[in-house]
């Protein structure tokens, strides 16, 4: 079964609006989750570290304060995009660091700004 | 910043050709990893290789690491359609809280039966 959880799986907003997109460890309890986003038939772009009870830790040239990153709990970190524009339509993806630094991967979020 | 540089980007080629997919860094890596990933999903990952030198086998897939884990490769055998996807290598740094993976761009693989 899946060990990592995105929900919504798609989303559609319109322009100026913010979404979240959730990212859930279910078998084990996560201290580090990481964020990334994808174009399509192109690699993954690391967009931050999400640590467990302090800041996240972005990656150059990523906007902070677009790309709101929360990791409250032990099985669960969000990603808020603010004020979504067409260009952030994107495929996002979370990964959680597991035992061993075995990396698992989430099923990823299609987002859509219209 | 470690980069990975991965090739080729694209690759498309028969039912039953070889093929290598070849993944190079300046840096060294504590361990590397191959991943698939499907359109619309999310990577699954195929194996990791820890040691200097460590070659490692999944059926037809060959997977190698440099003996200074700067690089790697994966060679796939008899190609099957099903084999179609974006592979990704991956370069994880030291462990402890800095822990991270960064991806190579990637290699789109088109078998066509």
């Known amino acids: 079964g899946a060990v990592v959880s995105q929900h919504p799986s798609r989303v559609i907003c319109k322009s100026g609006t913010s979404v979240k997109i959730e990212c859930r460890s279910l078998?084990?309890?996560?201290?580090?989750m990481f964020w990334y986003r994808q174009f399509p038939k192109k690699s993954l772009m690391l967009m931050a570290t999400?640590?467990?009870?302090?800041?996240?830790?972005?990656e150059q040239g990523v906007e902070k304060d677009k790309f709101l990153i929360n990791h409250a709990s032990l099985t669960l970190s969000t990603l808020t995009v603010t004020s979504a524009h067409p260009e952030d339509s994107s495929f996002y993806i979370c990964?959680?660091?597991?035992?061993?630094?075995?990396?698992?991967f989430g099923e990823g979020s299609w987002l859509t700004v219209v | 910043t470690q980069l990975l540089e991965q090739s080729p980007q694209f690759l498309s080629i028969q039912e039953g050709e070889n093929l290598t997919v070849y993944c190079n860094s300046s840096?060294?890596?504590?361990?590397l990893q191959w991943y698939r990933q499907e359109p619309g999903e999310g990577p699954v990952l195929l194996v990791t290789?820890?040691?200097?030198?460590e070659v490692k086998k999944l059926k037809r897939l060959t997977f190698q690491f440099g003996d200074a884990r700067k690089d790697s490769s994966l060679h796939i055998t008899a190609a099957q359609p099903g084999d179609t996807g974006l592979y990704l290598c991956?370069?994880?740094?030291?462990?402890?809280?800095?822990?991270?993976?960064?991806f190579g761009k990637g290699t789109l693989l088109t078998v066509n039966p």
């Open positions: 990964s959680v660091r597991g035992l061993g630094n075995t990396i698992y």
């Open positions: 078998d084990f309890q996560a201290t580090t």
């Open positions: 999400s640590n467990e009870g302090s800041k996240a830790t972005y």
């Open positions: 840096s060294v890596f504590s361990s």
């Open positions: 290789v820890v040691t200097g030198g």
């Open positions: 991956a370069g994880a740094s030291s462990g402890g809280s800095n822990y991270k993976l960064t």
